[in-house]
């Protein structure tokens, strides 16, 4: 009888689907698992990675991957790899750079761009509420910037391949709301990165995007599990100091948020997926962009008849490979389209504007 005692006080106080689920007692519990993996060489494209630790009080470190063809030379390779610093999705408060989806997505694109990466794995919310990813992701950043100059603690194999001169942030759902604050804090301290590739950003806010298109055709219904009031509680959920849900972090584009004028980046790619309830605000982010004054290259594409993060999540299938072409051709340099440029996934047409 006490046993059962106990599991009746420790009744549930919040849960946001399909994330957490948090006790009374305090007690969490992650309600989308993922294995966790250790790095290795993988079998199936030959990358190769291993874990680091960039500061041992914060717990805080990264994994790093590398092509084939920077691991077989002995010595440093003639031409330098663009290094993709990757921050993993999962609401601020799920997954990590060791989770098996995230492992073998950085595997995939590492080898399909020939690539460097380095996957921070930040800490988590609740126990670790924001601020906290955003000061991590920063560190993290600082840390592989460190490779450029030599200095201290840095990881020898990935000073020896990377070019430095062609950072980019890459993140999906919550890390590419990490991508964009990072991007802001870049700019804030006079610096710059090559580029910022946000994939499905978690932006958010208190105006409901269908109430601002009366009149619009609405975009087909999210196949998945997530709904709008989840996503109401999570952001004052992950950061309890918030100010609420128009807070720039969440909301880039509320009334009195910083300019995005401000990114620190050359490029920005800004991509969305049609079923996703992220979807319009996505699209607001980009064309606010080119709105404010930002003069930089930035482009707009869309996935159709898809939903969030598909591309992690579900099998691999045409519009995946697709959305990584066009991140890989992103960090390479082969999409150029002009200034500002929207670009379709099931449709194929490119259109500079």
């Given at each position: 009888?006490?046993?059962?005692?106990?599991?009746?006080?420790?009744?549930?106080?919040?849960?946001?689907?399909?994330?957490?689920?948090?006790?009374?007692?305090g007690?969490?519990?992650?309600?989308?698992?993922?294995k966790?993996?250790?790095?290795?060489?993988?079998?199936?494209?030959?990358?190769?990675?291993?874990?680091?630790?960039?500061?041992?009080?914060?717990?805080?470190?990264?994994?790093?991957?590398?092509?084939?063809?920077?691991?077989?030379?002995?010595?440093?390779?003639?031409?330098?790899?663009p290094?993709?610093?990757?921050?993993?999705?999962?609401?601020?408060?799920?997954?990590?750079?060791?989770?098996?989806?995230?492992?073998?997505?950085?595997?995939?694109?590492v080898?399909?761009?020939?690539?460097?990466?380095?996957?921070?794995?930040?800490?988590?919310?609740?126990?670790?509420?924001?601020?906290?990813?955003?000061?991590?992701?920063?560190?993290?950043?600082?840390?592989?910037?460190?490779?450029?100059?030599?200095?201290?603690?840095?990881?020898?194999?990935?000073?020896?391949?990377?070019?430095?001169?062609?950072?980019?942030?890459?993140?999906?759902?919550?890390?590419?709301?990490?991508?964009?604050?990072?991007?802001?804090?870049l700019?804030?301290?006079?610096?710059?990165?090559?580029?910022?590739?946000?994939?499905?950003?978690?932006?958010?806010?208190?105006?409901?995007?269908?109430?601002?298109?009366?009149?619009k055709?609405?975009?087909?219904?999210?196949?998945?599990?997530?709904?709008?009031?989840?996503?109401?509680?999570?952001?004052?959920?992950?950061?309890?100091?918030?100010?609420?849900?128009?807070d720039?972090?969440?909301?880039?584009?509320?009334?009195?948020?910083?300019?995005?004028?401000?990114?620190?980046?050359?490029?920005v790619?800004?991509?969305?997926?049609?079923?996703?309830?992220?979807?319009?605000?996505?699209?607001?982010?980009y064309?606010?962009?080119?709105?404010?004054?930002?003069?930089?290259?930035?482009?707009?594409?869309?996935?159709?008849?898809?939903?969030?993060?598909?591309?992690?999540?579900?099998?691999?299938?045409?519009?995946?490979?697709?959305?990584?072409?066009?991140?890989?051709?992103?960090?390479k340099?082969?999409?150029?389209?002009?200034?500002?440029?929207?670009?379709?996934?099931?449709?194929?047409?490119?259109?500079?504007?």
């Amino acid at each position: 009888m006490e046993g059962v005692a106990k599991v009746a006080v420790d009744s549930i106080n919040m849960e946001i689907l399909p994330f957490i689920r948090r006790y009374q007692s305090g007690r969490i519990d992650r309600l989308s698992p993922a294995k966790l993996v250790p790095p290795s060489v993988d079998p199936r494209t030959g990358v190769s990675s291993r874990d680091v630790v960039i500061n041992p009080e914060a717990r805080l470190s990264a994994r790093l991957y590398l092509p084939p063809t920077a691991v077989i030379s002995k010595s440093p390779p003639n031409k330098k790899l663009p290094v993709i610093v990757y921050y993993h999705g999962g609401g601020f408060c799920a997954f990590s750079a060791a989770s098996s989806p995230y492992h073998s997505y950085l595997n995939s694109l590492v080898a399909e761009g020939e690539l460097a990466a380095v996957s921070v794995d930040y800490r988590l919310a609740p126990e670790h509420p924001l601020p906290a990813a955003y000061d991590d992701s920063w560190e993290a950043l600082l840390w592989v910037a460190e490779h450029a100059y030599g200095g201290r603690g840095i990881d020898r194999r990935l000073a020896d391949c990377g070019d430095f001169s062609k950072i980019f942030l890459a993140g999906d759902s919550a890390g590419a709301n990490i991508v964009h604050n990072m991007g802001m804090r870049l700019g804030e301290n006079g610096m710059e990165v090559e580029g910022l590739a946000l994939v499905h950003p978690y932006f958010w806010g208190r105006e409901r995007i269908p109430a601002r298109n009366k009149g619009k055709q609405p975009p087909p219904p999210s196949s998945s599990a997530l709904k709008g009031e989840d996503f109401d509680a999570l952001w004052p959920f992950v950061c309890p100091g918030s100010p609420g849900l128009d807070d720039p972090r969440v909301n880039p584009m509320a009334a009195g948020a910083p300019s995005l004028a401000a990114l620190g980046s050359r490029r920005v790619l800004v991509t969305v997926a049609e079923r996703d309830l992220f979807r319009e605000k996505g699209r607001e982010y980009y064309q606010m962009m080119r709105a404010c004054g930002w003069g930089r290259e930035a482009t707009f594409y869309e996935t159709k008849g898809k939903d969030h993060v598909f591309h992690i999540f579900r099998r691999p299938d045409q519009a995946a490979a697709e959305l990584m072409r066009r991140l890989v051709g992103f960090f390479k340099e082969e999409s150029v389209q002009g200034r500002y440029s929207m670009l379709m996934g099931s449709m194929g047409i490119c259109q500079s504007v």
